[in-house]
């Protein structure tokens, strides 16, 4: 389906849970977290449905994302019952990798083929001050097993923050030259609470290429060449066998070709990670809402997506998002 900026909107990201075992300073506050009751958040077969009618307006990509997706229950067999929605043409999912070890193989057979890893640093002490709880070899064992299991492209998210990772960039980049992996460097965004306390700590992805330009002439890999990049810009340096992708969403924002949906896990259609307009599709699912009913509601959520996000290029809000990035699913 067609926005009226003429966006082909065939991507959306579904957060299956607000939870997370891991509470990163830039997406969630410390305490005080309230998280939704079991009964606020949809179940699969809602799920399912909404997937389902999306298909039939053009989605053909769906990414599992959260909170950490990993953490509900009966993750796999529902990744199962996706792939049998013959228009979908990927499965993929965003996660911190803590539990990738034990469940790589599952979601591959499953019909899993691409996965994102989160890891904002290689320094087991700073993994855990960023993540607040998490443990680095449990992820980078979890990354081991992935690749191992034959999921492919991996991609490595990075946020990268000012005075915190910011003398890590070139030892992620390295990586590129022994691995296969996509680095991924995304830039902070002031998102609720949480995010705010990052607002010194902005850093663009113009400085990190400068940076990594340090290492060797980064090449340009045309869009196109590889299917799966959305919005990054990729590049790869010279003799490396993987690939940066730099992702630019505050200083050069994508909003204009920008093909994406979200769902949130108490069943909000988002149309625009960075602005706080949502369409609910739970209440009139739960109150009996027919499946022709419910693609009308969809199309025209789509239909009204925003033509931008409400972040000027300096980091600074035009509009303050108030969700934080865990409860609408990143
Ligand atoms: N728990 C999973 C994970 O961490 O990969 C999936 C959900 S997480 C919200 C998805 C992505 O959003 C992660 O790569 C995370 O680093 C990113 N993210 C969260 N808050 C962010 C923020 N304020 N700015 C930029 N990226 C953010
Ligand atoms: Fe959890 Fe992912 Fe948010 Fe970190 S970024 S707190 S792992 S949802």
Redesign the pocket.
């Known amino acids: 389906m067609v926005d009226k900026h003429n966006r082909s909107i065939n991507y959306l990201r579904v ?1 299956v849970t607000d939870r ?1 075992n ?1 509470r ?1 300073i ?2 969630m506050p410390a305490e005080g977290i309230s998280c939704l009751r079991h009964e606020e958040i949809l179940n699969y077969e809602e799920i399912h449905r909404i997937i389902h009618i999306a298909t039939q307006l053009g989605i053909r990509k769906v990414r599992l ?5 990993l953490v509900r229950k009966g993750i796999t067999g529902f990744v199962q019952s996706l792939s049998t929605i013959s228009a979908l043409e990927d499965i993929s999912m ?4 803590i539990l990738l070890e034990s469940f790589a193989e599952e979601l591959f057979h499953a019909g899993m083929r691409r996965i ?3 890891l ?1 640093s290689l320094d087991a002490e700073k993994y855990r001050q960023i993540t607040r709880l998490g443990d680095l070899q449990t992820v980078l064992r979890g990354i081991e097993k992935a690749r191992q299991t034959g999921f492919s492209p991996i991609k490595i ?3 990268a923050i000012k005075g915190f990772n910011d003398d890590e960039i070139l030892d992620f980049a390295r990586l590129t030259f022994d691995h296969p992996f996509q680095i991924r460097f ?7 609470d ?2 705010l306390e ?1 607002d010194n700590r902005f850093l663009s992805n113009d400085s990190i290429r400068d940076k990594i330009e340090t290492l060797g002439k980064l090449e340009h890999v045309k869009r196109g060449q590889n299917g799966t990049d959305g919005p990054a810009d990729i590049y790869a340096l010279a003799g490396s066998k993987g690939q940066i992708g730099l992702i630019s ?1 505050i200083t050069h924002n994508f909003c204009s070709s920008c093909n994406r949906l979200r769902l949130t896990a108490d069943g909000q259609l988002r149309t625009c990670l960075l602005t706080d307009e949502e369409t609910d599709l739970r209440g009139p699912m739960r109150s009996g809402c027919t499946d022709s009913e419910l693609t009308a509601i969809i199309a025209e959520a789509i239909a009204n997506k925003p033509a931008r996000h409400k972040i000027a290029a300096n980091g600074t809000y035009i509009k303050k998002c108030v969700k ?3 409860a ?3």
Request: with cysteine; proline share 5%; charged share 10%.
């Open positions: 957060s997370c891991l990163c830039y997406c994302t959260g909170g950490e997706p965003t996660t911190n990798g994102n890893i989160s904002d998210n990075i946020v995304i830039e902070l965004m002031p998102l609720g949480a995010g990052s969403t934080e990035m865990s609408i699913g990143g």
